[in-house]
């Protein structure tokens, strides 16, 4: 997820910043609100870590642009105050204005990130800290990745570029919007190593029926997962492998199972004569050869 965040003590800023690049985030950092505004209009940034106290323009000033200036049509952008301003006030005027929460300095940093989590949860409809996609699982608190219940190793791009397409499941995400979210102002990212990250993405994901589908001139959309066509393609590969069986045997007729599914064929072997109708041939066969020797003669030639 990308992160901007806008506070004017630097000190504080870097603390932040290195605090949730090692959560996993691509995080930017301004000490201006006229900067904020601008980076927001012309960029997508999934929360924003937002001080009161900055010069010129105050963070409820840049608040109030955030919210009635263009509109979100990314989706929703979550907004988190930080500041020394306690007052009962200070905290109303700020929800009124459209912050999602406020923490008051000086804070705990496992408290900001939990938050930070919360946030992000709540924007992308996530309801726990568990991202759950089919055989896939995502424990976004943890930083741990499941597939089938076993763990799977993600670089931390690869990770970023999958938590991306979570959120966006059945719609196409392109290669600038996967580069906005996953890369930060500072960071060199080109379209060619996005396509690199699907490429191992797909290697570690598609044996468990996972894919993620090329859009070509639009980017990439993950499919949802569909356990009933993955136990169908099952069935259709196993279809052929009876059917040669069943052409090798040409003497074998085929009928329907009515117990078992119309897709599974049982060969069934005709039925042979019974005793008594064996009986009853040979001797019609015997006694057409007797008249036939007792009609001829020796030479072959009829008797007269």
Same mark, same amino acid.
């Given at each position: 997820?990308?992160?901007?965040?806008?506070?004017?003590?630097?000190?504080?800023?870097?603390?932040?910043? #290195?605090?949730?690049?090692?959560?996993?985030?691509?995080?930017?950092?301004?000490? #201006?609100?006229?900067?904020?505004?601008?980076?927001?209009?012309?960029?997508?940034?999934? +929360?924003?870590?937002?001080?009161?106290?900055?010069?010129?323009?105050?963070?409820?000033?840049?608040? #109030?642009?955030?919210?009635?200036?263009?509109?979100?049509?990314?989706?929703?952008?979550?907004?988190?105050?930080?500041?020394?301003?306690?007052?009962?006030?200070?905290?109303?005027?700020?929800?009124?204005?459209?912050?999602?929460?406020?923490?008051?300095?000086?804070?705990?940093?496992?408290?900001? $990130?939990?938050?930070?989590?919360?946030?992000?949860?709540?924007?992308?409809?996530?309801?726990?800290?568990?991202?759950?996609?089919?055989?896939?699982?995502?424990?976004?608190?943890?930083?741990?990745?499941?597939?089938?219940? *076993?763990?799977?190793?993600?670089?931390?791009?690869?990770?970023?570029?999958?938590?991306?397409?979570?959120?966006?499941?059945?719609?196409?995400?392109?290669?600038?919007?996967?580069?906005?979210?996953?890369?930060?102002?500072?960071?060199? +990212?080109?379209?060619?190593?996005?396509?690199?990250?699907?490429?191992?993405?797909?290697?570690?994901?598609?044996?468990?029926?996972?894919?993620?589908?090329?859009?070509?001139?639009?980017?990439?959309?993950?499919? &949802?997962?569909?356990? &009933? *066509?993955?136990?169908? !393609?099952?069935?259709?590969?196993?279809?052929?492998?009876?059917?040669? !069986?069943?052409?090798?045997?040409?003497?074998?007729? #085929?009928?329907?199972?009515?117990?078992?599914?119309?897709?599974?064929?049982?060969?069934?072997?005709?039925?042979?004569? $019974?005793?008594? !109708?064996?009986?009853?041939?040979?001797?019609?066969?015997?006694?057409?050869?007797?008249?036939?020797?007792?009609?001829?003669?020796?030479?072959?030639?009829?008797?007269?």
């Amino acid at each position: 997820m990308r992160l901007l965040i806008v506070e004017d003590d630097a000190p504080l800023a870097s603390g932040l910043r #290195r605090i949730l690049e090692a959560e996993g985030h691509a995080v930017d950092v301004t000490s #201006r609100g006229e900067q904020a505004v601008l980076a927001a209009a012309q960029e997508r940034f999934d +929360l924003v870590i937002l001080d009161i106290g900055l010069p010129q323009m105050d963070g409820f000033e840049v608040l #109030r642009r955030l919210r009635t200036g263009s509109p979100e049509k990314n989706g929703p952008m979550p907004v988190l105050v930080l500041t020394a301003r306690d007052a009962v006030d200070d905290r109303v005027r700020g929800l009124d204005l459209g912050a999602d929460d406020y923490m008051v300095k000086p804070f705990a940093m496992p408290e900001l $990130t939990a938050r930070v989590r919360a946030l992000l949860r709540r924007s992308q409809a996530h309801g726990g800290p568990r991202i759950v996609h089919g055989p896939l699982a995502l424990d976004t608190v943890a930083r741990r990745a499941f597939l089938k219940n *076993e763990p799977l190793e993600l670089a931390a791009r690869e990770w970023a570029v999958l938590e991306v397409l979570l959120g966006k499941v059945e719609k196409i995400v392109s290669k600038e919007a996967i580069i906005q979210a996953v890369a930060g102002w500072g960071d060199d +990212l080109s379209p060619n190593a996005i396509e690199v990250y699907v490429s191992r993405l797909r290697s570690k994901l598609e044996p468990a029926g996972i894919k993620i589908r090329t859009v070509r001139g639009f980017g990439y959309m993950l499919e &949802e997962y569909k356990a &009933e *066509e993955r136990r169908c !393609s099952s069935l259709a590969r196993w279809l052929p492998t009876t059917r040669r !069986s069943s052409r090798q045997r040409p003497r074998m007729t #085929r009928a329907w199972s009515t117990s078992a599914s119309r897709s599974a064929r049982t060969c069934v072997p005709p039925a042979r004569p $019974t005793g008594s !109708s064996c009986r009853r041939r040979s001797t019609r066969s015997c006694a057409a050869t007797a008249s036939t020797r007792c009609t001829t003669g020796s030479s072959g030639r009829p008797a007269r």
